[in-house]
C-alpha cells in the first residue's frame, strides 16, 4: 500500500528487515535508552513491521479524508453562490433528502469543520508514529533490505 498525496510516510521496501546483532541494541540501552524487557529478534523485527504498517495506514486514513474534504469544500463554494431558498438534496443515511441550500449549507460547512479536525489529528499521529518508528529502527539496528543490498553495492564500488 503506497501513501499518496504526498504524506509523510515511509516508503520502504517490502523486503522484511533485519536486525542488527543484540550488541547494538546493548550499546543503545548503554547510551541511557530503556530496553525493553527480553524482546528477541523477531519480536524486535514483527514490532517494527506492525508500526509500519500502522503507518501506512494512517497516511492511506490521511489521504482519504483528506479527499473527502476538497469533495465538502467543492460544495460549499457551489452553494455559497446560490439563494439560499433554493432546492437541495442531500444524502443522509443512504437517503435522499430535499433541503434548501439555507438548511444544507451549514450543515456542510460543520462537516467540513469536523473533517479538518480529524485530518489534523491524523496527520500528528502518524507524525508521532513515524517518529516512534524511525527511533526503533535505529534504537535495535534495523535495516531493510534495500538498505542492506545498498551498502553492498556501495562497498562493491569503493572495492572497485
Do not use: F
Amino acid at each position: 500500500m503506497a501513501a499518496t498525496n504526498g504524506s509523510a510516510a515511509p516508503a520502504e521496501e517490502s523486503q522484511p528487515p533485519t536486525a542488527s546483532s543484540p550488541a547494538a541494541a546493548a550499546a543503545g540501552a548503554a547510551a541511557g535508552e530503556e530496553e525493553e524487557p527480553n524482546l528477541s529478534q523477531q519480536q524486535i523485527i514483527e514490532r517494527y513491521k506492525e508500526m509500519r504498517t500502522r503507518c501506512q495506514e494512517l497516511a492511506e486514513k490521511g489521504a482519504n479524508m483528506r479527499q473527502d474534504l476538497e469533495e465538502h469544500q467543492s460544495v460549499i463554494r457551489r452553494l455559497s453562490s446560490m439563494d439560499s431558498g433554493r432546492k437541495a438534496y442531500r444524502l443522509l443515511g443512504g437517503v435522499l433528502t430535499e433541503q434548501t441550500v439555507g438548511e444544507v449549507l451549514p450543515a456542510v460547512t460543520s462537516t467540513a469543520a469536523n473533517i479538518t479536525a480529524v485530518v489534523n489529528q491524523t496527520e500528528a499521529d502518524l507524525a508521532r508514529l513515524d517518529a516512534e518508528t524511525k527511533a526503533w529502527k535505529v534504537k535495535y539496528g534495523i535495516r531493510t533490505q534495500a538498505e542492506v543490498e545498498a551498502e553492498r553495492a556501495a562497498a562493491g564500488r569503493r572495492a572497485a
